[in-house]
């Protein structure tokens, strides 16, 4: 009986692993269409239309940190193990992300331009700040 319990929690904590890795990818997938949706309305200069993307954006990076469980760096996934052992400076890029956006957010509903193409290119630097560190 103890043999087929430690089997079912193997399995059922595999399973979990397998559905946060997969809500990470999509979330990143969603993440990256916004982005290049963002790009695309400013070179139109459509600055107002960018309020709802930005407030997205925030949205994930604000649920994104809660998607690396100790136990979901096995599998079919990319993110570094380094994430476990430097958990705060993973958190403080996707909060650091978080306010980007929700800067760029404020800034299209003022419809400042420049401060949106500025705070459009630090959400691109955060995004490559995090996967260098912590991608595999």
């Given at each position: 009986?103890?043999?087929?319990?430690?089997?079912?929690?193997?399995?059922?904590?595999n399973?979990?692993?397998?559905?946060?890795?997969?809500?990470?990818q999509?979330?990143?997938?969603?993440?990256?269409?916004?982005?290049r949706?963002?790009t695309?309305?400013?070179?139109?200069g459509?600055?107002?239309?960018?309020?709802?993307?930005?407030?997205?954006?925030e949205?994930?990076?604000?649920?994104?940190?809660?998607l690396f469980p100790?136990?979901?760096?096995?599998?079919?996934?990319?993110?570094s193990?380094?994430?476990?052992d430097?958990?705060?400076?993973?958190?403080q890029i996707?909060?650091?992300?978080?306010q980007?956006?929700?800067?760029?957010?404020?800034?299209?509903?003022?419809?400042?331009?420049?401060?949106v193409?500025?705070?459009?290119?630090?959400?691109?630097s955060?995004?490559?700040?995090c996967?260098?560190?912590?991608?595999?």
């Open positions: 009986m103890d043999k087929i319990l430690v089997v079912l929690i193997f399995f059922a904590s399973l979990l692993a397998n559905d946060v890795i997969t809500q990470r999509d979330s990143m997938q969603n993440f990256n269409k916004l982005m949706e963002a695309q309305l400013l070179k139109s459509e600055v107002q239309s960018l309020n709802d993307i930005y407030g997205e954006i949205i994930i990076m604000n649920e994104y940190p809660n100790d136990e979901s760096f096995k599998g079919k996934t990319k993110a193990s380094d994430i476990i430097n958990r705060d400076a993973f958190n996707a909060s650091e992300t978080e980007w956006a929700s800067l760029a957010k404020i800034a299209a509903k003022n419809n400042d331009i420049e401060q193409q500025q705070h459009h290119q630090s959400l691109f955060s995004c490559k700040s996967h260098s560190r912590f991608r595999n």
